[in-house]
């Protein structure tokens, strides 16, 4: 069985900063893509930035030059670093992965955190 549980949110002012994690555990042999989404009230669930095994990154418009997210291989982990916060991105945010665990990948979601930004 594999999880993931993400830590780091909060309130925060606009204008913060916040750095949330998404730690991987369980039958892992690979993992693959792993990304944030976010969800608010009302909206359906979003993708916020992705970073594969390589490196590569993509990021929603809404978040280019703000947030920055990375991974920790070594310790099945992914990042989101999240400056110059605007109440708009106040949501639910999810981690998300593809991971192997030796017989094919399956996608996985972590149970979400959530972040509120105030004006």
């Known amino acids: 069985q594999v999880q993931l549980v993400e830590s780091g949110g909060g309130l925060v002012q606009a204008g913060g900063s916040l750095r949330l994690s998404c730690a991987a555990s369980?039958?892992?042999?690979?993992?693959?893509?792993m990304g944030w989404y976010r969800q608010a009230p009302g909206k359906q669930r979003e993708l916020v930035a992705t970073?594969?095994?390589?490196?590569?990154?993509n990021y929603a418009d809404s978040v280019k030059g703000r947030f920055t997210i990375s991974r920790d291989n070594a310790k099945n982990t992914v990042y989101l670093q999240m400056n110059s916060l605007k109440p708009e991105d106040t949501a639910v945010y999810y981690c998300?992965?593809?991971?192997?665990?030796?017989?094919?990948?399956?996608?996985?979601w972590g149970q979400g955190t959530q972040v509120t930004v105030s004006s």
């Open positions: 369980g039958r892992i042999l690979v993992i693959n893509r």
């Open positions: 998300n992965a593809d991971i192997s665990g030796g017989y094919g990948y399956l996608n996985y």
């Open positions: 970073i594969v095994t390589g490196g590569s990154t």
